[in-house]
């Protein structure tokens, strides 16, 4: 039933964001509304991507991406509407690379960031260039390539010195290089890059945020701090904060919430508490049951479950186990 749901909601959000000029015919009228229609598309696919992940959404942003692409090329539109176009189109790639790097798709993902990137500096949009580079940088992390991702990073630091007028963006070139810092056992590095985050945080915490910028809070700075701190092998600091934000983080943001009950399995495994692992790691499945569907979760949560095969004498870890294989 978990799985049809998440198909009928990956092929519903397909056909909604698909509702615009696809194939625009040539010499059609665009307008202000079009490009409206195209960052309204990636507004709602980011706030689903909170709650579901993006395994089952990513086609519908190629698809609205695509809408984007036609327009530019077939469409009848003046110098405004042009610079209006290339800014929603490139938010919408940057959507399409989000989510399909949350599906595990990473060539598509890395192809959708460039051609953000792309469109971004045609225009002179600071705000997208920030987001893309960053966006490729936690990619490079998550791929175990922390060194490129500082190079990204190092990109996006720049962009940003542009004026942009972003809430809390500034935020996000920091707590990319706090990853890569802790990936290369730069326990100086993470703290001071972390805290730089935490300042942006307080700065810019009475200002709105456009949707996809909506998931950075106090409750997402301790998630990314208490991963880190995982990779530090500092266990117990990174529970406490991992259950912070765990705490802290509302139903709409179900997939994060996931991520970090998969994380903090893993911090009270090197602490060899597999009781707490296993309760952990059961939460998470209680997520992932209820319409999230996340590569990036079910990757992390399949190295916890090889961990916790070590200790098949404790009763709550053969509980977890026997409901996580059932499922598959």
């Given at each position: 039933?978990?799985?049809?749901?998440?198909?009928?909601?990956?092929?519903?959000?397909?056909?909604?964001?698909?509702?615009?000029?696809?194939?625009?015919?040539?010499?059609?009228?665009?307008?202000?509304?079009?490009?409206?229609?195209?960052?309204?598309?990636?507004?709602?696919?980011?706030?689903?991507?909170?709650?579901?992940?993006?395994?089952?959404l990513?086609?519908?942003?190629?698809?609205?991406?695509?809408?984007?692409?036609?327009?530019?090329?077939?469409?009848?539109?003046?110098?405004?509407?042009?610079?209006?176009?290339?800014?929603?189109?490139?938010?919408?790639?940057?959507?399409?690379g989000?989510?399909?790097?949350?599906?595990?798709?990473?060539?598509?993902?890395?192809?959708?960031?460039?051609?953000?990137?792309?469109?971004a500096?045609?225009?002179?949009?600071?705000?997208?260039?920030v987001?893309?580079?960053?966006?490729?940088?936690?990619?490079?992390?998550?791929?175990?390539?922390?060194?490129?991702?500082?190079?990204?990073?190092?990109?996006?630091?720049?962009?940003?010195?542009?004026?942009?007028?972003?809430?809390?963006?500034?935020?996000?070139?920091?707590?990319?290089?706090?990853?890569?810092?802790?990936?290369?056992?730069?326990?100086?590095?993470?703290?001071?890059?972390?805290?730089?985050?935490?300042?942006?945080?307080?700065?810019?915490?009475?200002?709105?945020?456009?949707?996809?910028?909506?998931?950075?809070?106090?409750?997402?700075?301790?998630?990314?701090?208490?991963?880190?701190?995982?990779?530090?092998?500092?266990?117990?600091?990174a529970?406490?904060?991992l259950?912070?934000?765990?705490?802290?983080?509302?139903?709409?943001?179900?997939?994060?919430?996931?991520?970090?009950?998969?994380?903090?399995?893993r911090?009270?495994?090197d602490?060899?508490?597999?009781?707490?692992?296993?309760?952990?790691?059961?939460?998470?499945?209680?997520?992932?049951?209820?319409?999230?569907?996340?590569?990036?979760?079910e990757?992390?949560?399949?190295?916890?479950?090889?961990?916790?095969?070590?200790?098949?004498?404790?009763?709550?870890?053969?509980?977890?186990?026997?409901?996580?294989?059932?499922?598959k």
């Amino acid at each position: 039933m978990r799985r049809r749901s998440l198909l009928a909601l990956g092929v519903t959000a397909t056909a909604i964001a698909s509702t615009g000029p696809v194939n625009t015919p040539r010499s059609a009228k665009i307008g202000i509304a079009d490009a409206r229609e195209l960052q309204d598309a990636a507004a709602w696919l980011y706030g689903l991507d909170y709650q579901h992940g993006g395994a089952t959404l990513w086609r519908a942003a190629k698809a609205a991406a695509q809408d984007g692409h036609d327009m530019l090329e077939n469409g009848l539109y003046g110098d405004v509407v042009e610079q209006q176009i290339i800014k929603a189109t490139s938010r919408v790639e940057m959507c399409a690379g989000w989510l399909a790097f949350d599906a595990g798709r990473h060539d598509l993902a890395r192809s959708c960031y460039t051609e953000a990137l792309a469109l971004a500096r045609q225009v002179g949009d600071a705000e997208v260039e920030v987001h893309a580079l960053s966006n490729l940088a936690f990619q490079s992390n998550v791929l175990g390539r922390p060194r490129e991702a500082m190079r990204f990073i190092e990109g996006a630091v720049r962009a940003d010195s542009a004026p942009h007028g972003q809430a809390f963006l500034s935020a996000i070139p920091h707590l990319r290089r706090s990853v890569a810092l802790s990936l290369s056992n730069d326990k100086t590095g993470h703290e001071k890059a972390i805290g730089a985050a935490r300042k942006v945080l307080d700065r810019d915490h009475d200002k709105p945020a456009e949707e996809w910028c909506s998931f950075l809070s106090a409750a997402e700075l301790d998630g990314v701090e208490g991963t880190c701190l995982v990779e530090l092998r500092q266990p117990k600091r990174a529970g406490i904060l991992l259950e912070r934000a765990i705490r802290g983080l509302d139903l709409n943001y179900a997939r994060n919430r996931a991520l970090y009950r998969v994380r903090l399995a893993r911090a009270r495994l090197d602490s060899k508490l597999a009781d707490g692992a296993a309760e952990a790691a059961v939460a998470a499945l209680d997520d992932l049951d209820n319409q999230v569907a996340s590569w990036r979760v079910e990757s992390e949560l399949a190295t916890v479950v090889t961990r916790l095969t070590e200790f098949p004498h404790e009763g709550s870890v053969r509980d977890f186990l026997d409901r996580y294989h059932a499922r598959k």
